[in-house]
């Protein structure tokens, strides 16, 4: 369980949120949707609790297996390497990984399709396979509440496809809490139980997924028209409208000061 309770981030005299009241119940999934610059990556670090609350109480499990968002040079280690540094709170201060730790590291490598890769210096994969690795890296934690921030961003199409099979996998039985943010409405209609859109006017909504990914939120929350078309069996498309004129919103749409997740 995630609980947030009239929760604020602030940066100087900026609140990236505020009032915000939120719950994530163990064995669902929650998506972050939000423009850039909205404060996604604020909230999703503060939910791991790498960015500290300035207001309000937050109360999540102390083991939490993270996927940050691709960036910087990568380092010379192995594959393996990497993964196997998602055991630390395991090994402590002086500790050396043992057979258990690798052990660990080789299954979460065989649970995303990586094993193969697991000899290979890690600043010699691609941007995609860096994502997957990082994914991995969660998992081998044995951590059942994994968070990642926009996971998606650096795959292509194919691994976009691997990456959402990957987790409903984790999520097929209720054994993993899972919260990620993304630029890509469709992965949270695919995958998600519930989705939170922070939209530009700094109101929060939530609501299960297929009701609230509706064409006008979308439309508000990006500024572009959207539409959803159904396809045959139970998926839908999220299809932006790109280059064209921005919609028209309802006159009030976008008032209120305070931030709820229901």
Not at 169 to 179: H, K, M, P
Not at 198 to 205: F, H
Not at 229 to 248: C, Q, R, W
Request: proline residues 6%.
């Amino acid at each position: 369980m995630i609980r947030f309770a009239n929760a604020g981030v602030r940066f100087g005299a900026r609140w990236i949120f505020r009032g915000l009241d939120l719950s994530v119940a163990s064995g669902t999934t929650l998506a972050l949707l939000g423009p850039n610059g909205r404060g996604k990556t604020t909230l999703i670090r503060s939910i791991v609790g790498l960015i500290p609350l300035s207001e309000g109480n937050r109360n999540a499990p102390s083991l939490i297996g993270y996927v940050p968002q691709a960036t910087g040079e990568p380092v010379r280690y192995t594959v393996l390497d990497m993964v196997v540094m998602g055991r630390a709170r395991q090994l402590g201060v002086f500790g050396s990984p043992s057979g258990e730790d690798y052990r660990a590291a080789h299954q979460a490598l065989s649970t995303v399709g990586l094993e193969d890769l697991s000899e290979r210096p890690y600043n010699r994969t691609s941007g995609g396979e860096r994502q997957l690795i990082m994914l991995a890296r969660a998992l081998s934690t044995g951590a059942c509440t994994i968070v990642l921030d926009e996971p998606a961003s650096a795959l292509d199409l194919a691994n976009q496809s691997r990456l959402l099979g990957i987790l409903r996998e984790l999520q097929s039985d209720g054994a993993y809490t899972i919260v990620f943010s993304t630029h890509l409405p469709q992965h949270a209609l695919h995958l998600a139980d519930e989705t939170m859109m922070m939209m530009p006017s700094g109101r929060i909504i939530r609501s299960q997924s297929a009701k609230i990914l509706s064409e006008p939120n979308l439309e508000e929350l990006y500024g572009v028209p959207i539409r959803r078309v159904p396809m045959s069996g139970n998926a839908d498309a999220i299809v932006p409208l790109l280059d064209s004129p921005k919609p028209v919103l309802p006159a009030g749409c976008c008032r209120g000061d305070r931030n709820h997740a229901y």
